[in-house]
């Protein structure tokens, strides 16, 4: 009696460990480090909306292994210390809804694909992970000011010696690190926040005084426009 | 016991058959002068990233940082990791200058330049390259049975490593020189019950080799 339980055992073991050889559950751990920069001097929203902070992927196909790997986490983490770096002000928001005039600009980022390669598939030592965003830009009132596609990029070092867990989650830290580095070297370079941010300095050089009225006597904020004015 | 002297042997044999590596070492030097560097001015080390077909093995850099770290006349060298951090994102694979001219760029922008000078940041060498297994051969059979295991065979395979590095003067926005470091070995591993790994350390060659021509670039000064 006992042994035939031990057989039924022994043969749940190795069903469990057979299933688990293909199939890999990530939840990616990241730390990212503040950005050096100066803030550009606006109160922006960010809208982390649920469908970003919970974004998992998982895996379809039959013939790759049932990936699933959740990133939304990481993604708010990265934001959150990236924007409190690159604007004056910034604001969480969970919904676009909650848009109100005291907000300069209000940020919409989801995530639009996630893709991977693993080295069975590039017979490299590396993976891959491309990651494409789709970034909305509103004004305070709700008015659309910008629409664009984002992506980024990351490959491991090397996979030697790491399980595949570790060699995924590095990989997606290194893209999140390239989206990190993305926004903060070119988002003022996007053309229609380019120009809004242009139309939002001109008052300024006519009559500063009015201009310190409608930015919300945000001193911080008026200096760095005043800076930035100056060097353009 | 038996086995704790069977591994002292292997070990013992790794050490003893090491595989032979050659290196070749080129420079260029804007001036015959050593650069004098204060002790306290700090010099990194970073490896390129932007080639999405390799990138140079953080492993190396680390390698050629304790080279130049090493000794009484040893610079004071910042770690890649830390660095980067310090600076994030202007040295991420996207954003990190291709050109000494483009250390303008942070030289002009005061949030940097600030973040540069609490470093201490005076010169920055750029390593790009990789090491790789050019070719491979042979092959080794293992078996287990109830009576014991063994290996039987035997495998070959050569590595070549093709590094250049770049010395750049971060205040003055010049490169100071530049060097290349070409080597290869071939690494044996004959198997009879037990394989005994003859490793040519193509790597560490080039590393030693690069850390120990670019330290002799500087003049350290107290």
Known sequence: ?232 | MKTRVMNCLVVFASILFAGCTSLTIDEHRTSEDRINIESDQTVVVLGRRHSSEYETEPSLISCVGNVLKRGSDGLNVMSESEFVDALYPWFEPRTAPLHVNDLGRFLDDSTIHGTMEALNVSYIIWIDGQTETTDSSGSIGCSISVGGAGCFGFGTWDKESDYEAVVWDYRNRKTEGQLSADASGTSYMPAIIIPIPIIARVQNSACKGMGAQLKSFFATQE
Request: net charge negative.
């Open chain 1, 1 to 232: 009696m006992l042994g035939h339980i031990n057989i039924k055992f022994t043969l749940f073991l190795l069903s469990v460990l057979a299933l688990s050889g293909c199939s890999n559950s990530l939840v990616v751990n990241a730390k990212f480090p503040k950005p050096v920069s100066e803030p550009i001097g606006i109160t922006m929203g960010v809208v982390y909306s649920d469908e970003l902070k919970n974004y998992t992927y998982e895996e379809k196909e039959d013939e790759r292994s049932k990936w699933k790997i959740g990133i939304g986490e990481a993604h708010q983490t990265l934001f959150e210390n990236v924007f409190e770096e690159m604007f004056a002000n910034s604001q969480k928001l969970s919904t676009l809804e909650e848009n109100s005039a005291n907000l300069d600009l209000v940020l919409f980022p989801t995530i639009s694909e996630f893709q991977y390669s693993s080295p069975r598939e590039t017979h490299s030592k590396i993976y891959e992970v491309w990651i494409k965003y789709n970034m909305q830009v509103y004004t305070g009132n709700g008015d659309l000011v910008a629409d664009w596609i984002m992506s980024a990029y990351g490959k491991t070092p090397s996979a030697f010696l790491k399980s595949r867990e570790d060699a995924m989650n590095q990989a997606i830290v290194i893209a999140l690190r390239d989206l990190g580095a993305s926004l903060v070297s070119g988002f003022t370079k996007v053309p229609e926040v380019k120009s809004w941010l242009e139309q939002k300095r001109a008052p300024q050089s006519d009559d500063t005084d009015t201009f310190e009225d409608e930015s919300s006597g945000n001193q911080a904020a008026l200096l760095t426009l005043n800076r930035n004015h100056n060097f353009n």
